[in-house]
């Protein structure tokens, strides 16, 4: 596994990354538990697919737009659950999702 990092957020929570050279693979909880799984594309920062736990069925699918920025994130079915928006300077909208 390659290099592990971690962010704490106000109230105390902590997430922890793990990395497979610079491309992101896993996110855990301060316990250790996996949370996340990522499956990289073949460019940098580049997921194209993520699992909720340690399971392979509950599976979001992040879609790019032609710069990259996730703009829709679908489930396993294919249905949209998320749909991100970016102004006109490519500013995230508070409510996006993905990364």
């Given amino acids: 596994m390659g290099t592990r990092f971690y962010q704490t957020d106000g109230g105390g929570v902590t997430t ?3 990395y497979d050279g610079l491309d992101l693979i896993g996110e855990y909880n301060g316990s ?4 996340r799984r990522f499956v990289p594309g073949l ?3 580049d997921t194209i697919v993520w699992y909720e736990g340690g399971g392979a069925s509950d599976r ?3 879609l790019p737009d032609e710069r990259g920025s996730v703009i829709a994130i679908t489930n396993a079915s294919g249905a ?4 991100n928006t970016y102004d006109e300077y490519g500013i995230p909208g ?3 999702q993905g990364r």
């Fill in 43 to 45: 460019g940098l920062d």
């Fill in 60 to 62: 979001r699918w992040l």
């Fill in 94 to 96: 508070s409510g996006n």
């Fill in 32 to 35: 250790g538990a996996l949370q």
């Fill in 80 to 83: 949209a659950t998320t749909i």
């Fill in 16 to 18: 922890r990354f793990s």
